[in-house]
């Protein structure tokens, strides 16, 4: 049981250029979320998803686009890179729940360089 | 705007002794969730807590609701070069639960 695979694990940018980072998971997972982490801010949403064609912003939504064609993919597009988007991102999913709270399955993260 | 505050930032051990990190806020959670995260690793969940003074255990570690669920603690005994890693605590929105509030988590290194 693979759980939530992130790809690349490691990716170097420059500046204005685009890139798609890939999430998948084989859990059956309705909800899915893309994190940013950076030391000192901590984790931040940046997008997340309840099911497939339902996509909502975050808490950091701008400069990145996703989409949710599928149950099992969420991929996270960055339309033109930025230094300020260097960062490890994570994708975490979790089965709704209508009461109590959703417990996250993460991926282990992509480091993100934009140069 | 929900925050939740985690001390110490750092602390860094011995192996064999106790420590305790705290997880604060003003606001109330309607659950609260512990993570650890490794190098190079997404954070991965150790516990839910869910009722006020709930008290929960997993080998080494103890975690503590409180009362009016507005914070929690982490209690590790006898630490091992294991335990290792960044813990990060997550409260859950009461009016919200797909919401979840994020501190910025205790770095925790265990010497030999």
């Known amino acids: 049981n693979a759980g939530v695979t992130q790809t690349p694990k490691f990716q170097v940018l420059k500046t204005g250029q685009s890139m798609t980072l890939q999430c998948a998971q084989d859990?059956?997972?309705?909800?899915m979320s893309w994190y940013r982490q950076d030391p000192g801010m901590g984790l931040r949403l940046i997008h997340y998803?309840?099911?497939?064609?339902?996509?909502d912003q975050g808490e950091v939504p701008n400069g990145y686009n996703v989409s949710r064609s599928t149950t099992e993919d969420f991929p996270l597009r960055l339309l033109s890179a930025a230094p300020s988007q260097t960062s490890v991102y994570f994708c975490?999913?979790?089965?709704?729940?209508?009461?109590?709270?959703?417990?996250?399955?993460f991926g282990a993260g992509s480091r993100l360089t934009v140069l | 705007t929900q925050l939740l505050e985690q001390s110490p930032q750092f602390l860094s051990i011995q192996e064999g002794e106790n420590l305790t990190v705290y997880c604060n806020s003003s606001?109330?959670?309607?659950?609260l969730q512990w993570y650890r995260q490794e190098p190079g690793e997404g954070p991965v969940l150790l516990v839910t807590?869910?009722?006020g003074g709930e008290v929960k255990k997993l080998k080494r570690l103890t975690f503590q609701f409180g009362d009016a669920r507005k914070d929690s603690s982490l209690h590790i005994t006898a630490a091992q070069p294991g335990d290792t890693g960044l813990y990060l605590c997550?409260?859950?929105?009461?009016?919200?639960?797909?919401?979840?509030?994020w501190g910025l988590g205790t770095s925790l290194a265990v010497n030999p």
């Open positions: 606001s109330v959670f309607s659950s």
């Open positions: 807590v869910v009722t």
């Open positions: 975490a999913s979790s089965y709704l729940m209508f009461s109590g709270a959703n417990v996250l399955t």
């Open positions: 997550a409260g859950v929105n009461a009016g919200n639960n797909r919401k979840l509030i």
């Open positions: 859990m059956n997972h309705e909800y």
């Open positions: 998803s309840v099911g497939a064609g339902i996509t």
